[in-house]
């Protein structure tokens, strides 16, 4: 974890009416690379920081693009 980046996600805090993050990507596809690696090491500091945040992790084996939605 880079320092910019581990800080920046130790600073990140959802509003009170925002409920749920949804993140689905495709399990060892290259475009989803980036998702992978921020679900292991920034995830659980921002996880931390939101424990009134539902968190939906989808990884599928079904080739399509990354997607982050929140509700």
Same mark, same amino acid.
């Given at each position: 974890?880079?320092?910019? @980046?581990?800080?920046?996600?130790?600073?990140?805090?959802?509003?009170?009416?925002?409920?749920?993050?949804?993140?689905?990507?495709t399990h060892n596809s290259l475009m989803s690379?980036?998702?992978?690696?921020?679900?292991?090491?920034?995830l659980p500091v921002i996880r931390e920081n @939101?424990?009134?945040?539902?968190?939906?992790?989808?990884?599928?084996?079904?080739?399509?693009?990354?997607?982050?939605?929140?509700?």
């Open positions: 974890m880079q320092p910019q @980046n581990g800080f920046t996600a130790s600073t990140i805090r959802f509003v009170p009416h925002f409920r749920a993050l949804r993140i689905s990507w690379e980036g998702v992978e690696q921020f679900v292991h090491e920034f @939101n424990p009134h945040i539902d968190f939906v992790l989808l990884r599928t084996h079904t080739e399509c693009d990354p997607f982050i939605v929140g509700e």
